[in-house]
Nanobody, 124 residues
Framework: QVQLVESGGGLVQAGGSLRLSCAAS????????MGWFRRAPGAVREFVAA????????RYSESVKGRFLVSRDDAKNTADLQMNNLEPEDTAVYYC?????????????????WGQGTQVTVSS
């Protein structure tokens, strides 16, 4: 069993930055892709970013490409999401998750362990 805990969320003004961190316990993550998703108020959960098991490949949604950066530190069993130039539209609960196949890293169904989420609110 894997437990994931996100941290780093909060309230920030538009144009600001936040760094989310996902800490895992119960299993080493170095063999699995890691993903970040978000759910905005009244919306379905959507893909944000993912990083492959090796860390050599990354993928972003079009809405965050060029502003967000996903990384991982397998020695610490963590994955981070650096969010820059935040916009009010980025307001959401952000979740990290452990994936299975990199080829489907943008699909929610490919993730079998999820954190509880951390709230990010961007004011205009």
């Amino acid at each position: 069993q894997v437990q994931l805990v996100e941290s780093g969320g909060g309230l920030v003004q538009a144009g600001g930055s936040l760094r989310l961190s996902c800490a895992a316990s119960g299993r080493a993550l170095d063999n699995y892709p890691m993903g970040w998703f978000r759910r905005a108020p009244g919306a379905v959960r959507e893909f944000v970013a993912a990083i492959s098991a090796s860390g050599g490949m990354v993928r972003y949604s079009e809405s965050v490409k060029g502003r967000f950066l996903v990384s991982r530190d397998d020695a610490k069993n963590t994955a981070d999401l650096q969010m820059n130039n935040l916009e009010p539209e980025d307001t959401a609960v952000y979740y990290c998750a452990v994936g299975r196949r990199w080829s489907r890293a943008a699909q929610e169904s490919e993730y079998n362990y999820w954190g509880q989420g951390t709230q990010v609110t961007v004011s205009s």
